[in-house]
């Protein structure tokens, strides 16, 4: 069964510092996700990506951070600068179509020291 | 604007016995509502869904839920719970042309032998 899959599972990193988080959607799908969930507290939508552009961002998702699919498979979030705050399990997520459902990866921790 | 309220952030049952995880919803249109289970240290993991079809809704490992649209409610219930069914459990909703997933806040089920 085809599946996203995420990389890698786990990434430390300074504050202050350039992370990628990168993300292998399901081949045919084309609508693209990123969501974030702070240890404790609930998942947060960060960014929508359809036909090669953010179609919604959320407040989260600030000047700090930029979404891209280099390629035909790969859609990578970048945080430029990271921060404390930026701490938190990263999950991508794509969609064939309108009408189905989510699917997800298994998520990247972020962890900012 | 759509939102979803999880009425109880955590419950414990016994094996054995049913379960009952409380969501209500708020959304100006027909909303198309999931749930999601997150076993520990593990991935967003699809239940069910509700997408304006039939009203009961089954899903997975013996989970389903109602949509009551009177009451603006979907809550997810199982008849016998197994040790297997303790992780968290959030309610979702569709919302927007962009599809983008609102969080519940999310309920920590824990299951005692």
């Known amino acids: 069964e085809p599946e996203v899959t995420q990389t890698p599972s786990h990434q430390v990193t300074q504050m202050g510092q350039e992370v990628i988080l990168r993300c292998v959607p399901i081949?045919?799908?084309?609508?693209f996700y990123w969501y974030r969930q702070i240890l404790g507290q609930k998942v947060e939508f960060l960014v929508s990506?359809?036909?090669?552009?953010?179609?919604?961002k959320s407040e989260i998702f600030d000047d700090q951070f930029s979404v891209e699919r280099p390629d035909g498979s790969n859609f990578t979030l970048k945080i430029r600068s990271t921060k404390l705050e930026d701490s938190a399990m990263y999950f991508c997520?794509?969609?064939?179509?309108?009408?189905?459902?989510?699917?997800f990866g298994p998520g990247t921790r972020l962890t900012v020291t | 604007a759509q939102s979803v309220t999880q009425l109880d952030s955590h419950v414990s049952v016994s094996e054995g016995t049913p379960v009952l995880l409380r969501c209500n919803y708020s959304?100006?249109?027909?909303?198309?509502l999931f749930w999601y289970v997150q076993h520990p240290n593990k991935g967003l993991q699809l239940l069910l869904k509700?997408?304006?079809?039939a009203t009961l809704v089954k899903g997975i490992n013996g989970f389903e839920a109602e949509f009551k649209k009177s009451e603006t409610s979907f809550h997810l219930t199982k008849p016998s719970a197994h040790m297997s069914d303790a992780a968290e459990y959030f309610c979702?909703?569709?919302?927007?042309?962009?599809?983008?997933?609102?969080w519940g806040l999310g309920t920590s089920l824990a299951v005692n032998p």
């Open positions: 979702v909703v569709k919302a927007g042309n962009n599809r983008k997933l609102i």
């Open positions: 959304s100006s249109y027909s909303p198309s």
């Open positions: 509700y997408t304006s079809a």
């Open positions: 081949s045919n799908h084309l609508y």
């Open positions: 990506f359809y036909n090669n552009e953010i179609s919604e």
């Open positions: 997520a794509s969609i064939g179509d309108r009408a189905s459902e989510q699917y």
